[in-house]
C-alpha cells in the first residue's frame, strides 16, 4: 500500500485482506465478496440501504444479546447515557499532572483513559478494560464468572462511577455476571475506540501545525482509518429493492474504509488534510460514516469525540513525537480499525 499519511517516511501497510479490498474494489458501488455477501461502497446505495430498516439486536454493534440475554434499546439508551455522564464528570474536575503518555499507543492511551474514567472503581471492574480479554470471548467471560463469584461486591452508593453503580445494585451470581458484561460492553469500546482513534491520527499526520484544530485532525483520521470500517445487514427483503444485484439471502457489507478513500468523493483520497474539513459537514459529507448513518447513528460520538480531542492535546502539548525509527504501521484485519502499535518518544 501507498502511504496513507503527511509523513512521507511512514507507510500504513493494511493486512492482505483489507488491502484487496481497497485495491480490488475502491470506485464501486456494489459487489460480490463472497457467495452470500455483497459490498456496498457505493454513498448513495448505502444511504438507502442503512435506511430501509433499523438494525437488528444482533447487528448492534456494541448492544448485542450479551450471554443469551437481550438488550432492549431502553436498556442501551440509559447504560450509555450513565457512561456518558461518567465521561463529563471524569472531564469536569482537574486532569492528571505530569502524566507520561510516552511508549506504546494505542495501549499508553487506553490505560490513560481507564484511569481517568474509572480510577475510583473497584478492580474487579476495571479489569474488564484489559485488551487482552479481546482475544477470545471465553477469556472475558471466565474473567466475568471469577468477579461475580467472588466477595466484596461493591455496594451502592459507595465512591463509584454511575456505571459501577448500576453493576453494584446486581443481585444474585447471574445478575453479577450480566452486570459486569454490561460494564465492559458499555466501558470498553469508549477507551479502546478513543486510543485507537488517536493512536491512527498521530501516525497519519503527526507532526501537526499549530494552527489545526483536534477537531480537524479526528475526524480526518476517521476519514482513512475508520475504526468502524464496516456495517454488517443481514439478508432481508428490503434490499433486492434498493438493488436488483443484491439477491434475497444477500448479506450487505456496507464499507465506509472504501467511501471515505472514494476518489469520486474526495479531493486526494489517500493524503491527510485536515484542512479539508473547514469546510465539510461531518455530519452531511456523501460517504462519510463513522458513527454510522444518519438513521442510525452511534450513540457513543458525543463520548468519542471530545476525549479524543482532549487526549490528542495532551499528546500535542507534551513534546511527544512519533519515533523517527518507526517507518511502517501495520493494520491488521480486526473489528476496531487502527495501527497495530505507533511509538512515541520524547522529541531529542
Not at 471492574?125 to 472475558?140: C, D, G, H, I, V
Not at 477537531?215 to 427483503?237: D, F, G, H, T, Y
Request: charged share 25%; aromatic share 6%; proline share 9%.
Amino acid at each position: 500500500m501507498p502511504p496513507s499519511s503527511a509523513a512521507p517516511a511512514r507507510t500504513t501497510v493494511f493486512a492482505p485482506r483489507l488491502a484487496a479490498l481497497i485495491g480490488d474494489h475502491l470506485g464501486q458501488d456494489v459487489f460480490r465478496l463472497e457467495p452470500d455477501t455483497i459490498g456496498v461502497a457505493g454513498h448513495e446505495i448505502a444511504d438507502r440501504i442503512l435506511a430501509a430498516r433499523r438494525a437488528t439486536e444482533t447487528e448492534r454493534p456494541t448492544f448485542k444479546p450479551l450471554h443469551g440475554r437481550s438488550i432492549s434499546r431502553t436498556e442501551a439508551s440509559t447504560v450509555t447515557r450513565t457512561i456518558g455522564n461518567d465521561v463529563r464528570e471524569a472531564l469536569s474536575g482537574p486532569l492528571p499532572r505530569n502524566v507520561d503518555l510516552a511508549g506504546p499507543w494505542p495501549l499508553t492511551g487506553h490505560l490513560f483513559l481507564r484511569d481517568l474514567i474509572l480510577g475510583q472503581d473497584p478492580y474487579r471492574l476495571r479489569m474488564l478494560m484489559s485488551r487482552a480479554l479481546e482475544l477470545t470471548p471465553k477469556l472475558t467471560w471466565s474473567v466475568i464468572a471469577v468477579g461475580a463469584a467472588l466477595p466484596g461486591w461493591p455496594r451502592p452508593g459507595a465512591r463509584l462511577t454511575g456505571l459501577a453503580d448500576r453493576a453494584a445494585r446486581a443481585r444474585g451470581y447471574q445478575e453479577r455476571r450480566y452486570a459486569m458484561g454490561m460494564y465492559r460492553r458499555a466501558a470498553a469500546p469508549v477507551c479502546f475506540t478513543v486510543s485507537t482513534l488517536v493512536a491512527n491520527a498521530l501516525w497519519l499526520g503527526a507532526p501537526f501545525d499549530a494552527g489545526t484544530s483536534n477537531r480537524n485532525i479526528v475526524l480526518e483520521s476517521l476519514r482513512l482509518l475508520p475504526p468502524s470500517w464496516n456495517v454488517l445487514r443481514n439478508a432481508s427483503p428490503e434490499y433486492p429493492a434498493v438493488d436488483g444485484r443484491i439477491g434475497e439471502r444477500d448479506d450487505v457489507l456496507v464499507l465506509p474504509l472504501l467511501s471515505h478513500r472514494d476518489p469520486a468523493l474526495w479531493d486526494a483520497p489517500d493524503t491527510f488534510r485536515p484542512e479539508r474539513w473547514d469546510s465539510l459537514d461531518p455530519d452531511t459529507a456523501p460517504g462519510y460514516l463513522p458513527f454510522g448513518h444518519s438513521s442510525e447513528r452511534c450513540w457513543g460520538r458525543h463520548m468519542v469525540m471530545p476525549l479524543a480531542e482532549l487526549l490528542l492535546d495532551l499528546v500535542r502539548g507534551s513534546g511527544l513525537v512519533v519515533d523517527p525509527g518507526q517507518r511502517a504501521g501495520r493494520v491488521p484485519l480486526l473489528g476496531l480499525l487502527g495501527v497495530e502499535e505507533v511509538r512515541l518518544t520524547r522529541s531529542r
